[in-house]
């Protein structure tokens, strides 16, 4: 296990097999006699080291790919937070309140009196 965050960072473990998903191929690594655990092939021995990685010698957090998926997502968030802004002034909070006039304060309109 290569991974620096990974619980079992620096053990040795066996391969027992491989499993797809959507997000890729994960490894099937036996930790014990009972527990199997699964993970992505980049984070085991199984795959060569990332360039970036090995080249900045671990000091980069993030590689530039990461950094760029990063800034496309927040990007989007952004865009999206401006569309809901936008839109907020056509919501029931925004919308002025019409309040029906009485006899009284309508133009014309004089209040019939009541003959008693």
Same mark, same amino acid.
């Given at each position: 296990?290569?991974?620096?965050?990974?619980?079992?960072?620096?053990?040795?473990?066996? &391969?027992?097999?491989?499993?797809?998903?959507?997000?890729?191929?994960?490894? +099937? +690594?036996?930790?014990?006699?009972?527990?199997? &655990?699964?993970?992505?092939?980049?984070?085991?021995?199984?795959?060569?080291?990332? !360039?970036?990685?090995?080249?900045?010698?671990?000091?980069? +957090? %993030?590689?530039?790919?990461?950094?760029?998926? +990063?800034?496309? %997502?927040?990007?989007?968030?952004?865009?999206?937070?401006?569309?809901?802004?936008?839109?907020?002034?056509?919501?029931?909070?925004?919308? $002025?309140?019409?309040? !029906?006039?009485?006899?009284?304060?309508? !133009?014309?309109?004089?209040? $019939?009196?009541? $003959?008693?």
């Amino acid at each position: 296990m290569t991974h620096p965050f990974h619980p079992l960072s620096g053990r040795l473990l066996v &391969c027992v097999g491989e499993r797809y998903n959507r997000y890729g191929t994960r490894l +099937l +690594l036996r930790v014990d006699e009972e527990h199997v &655990c699964s993970v992505p092939r980049q984070w085991t021995d199984v795959v060569a080291p990332d !360039p970036e990685v090995v080249i900045g010698e671990g000091r980069a +957090l %993030l590689r530039v790919a990461d950094l760029l998926e +990063l800034a496309g %997502l927040v990007s989007h968030l952004v865009e999206q937070e401006r569309r809901a802004q936008a839109r907020k002034g056509n919501n029931a909070a925004h919308v $002025k309140r019409n309040v !029906p006039l009485t006899e009284r304060s309508r !133009p014309g309109h004089a209040r $019939k009196r009541e $003959k008693t």
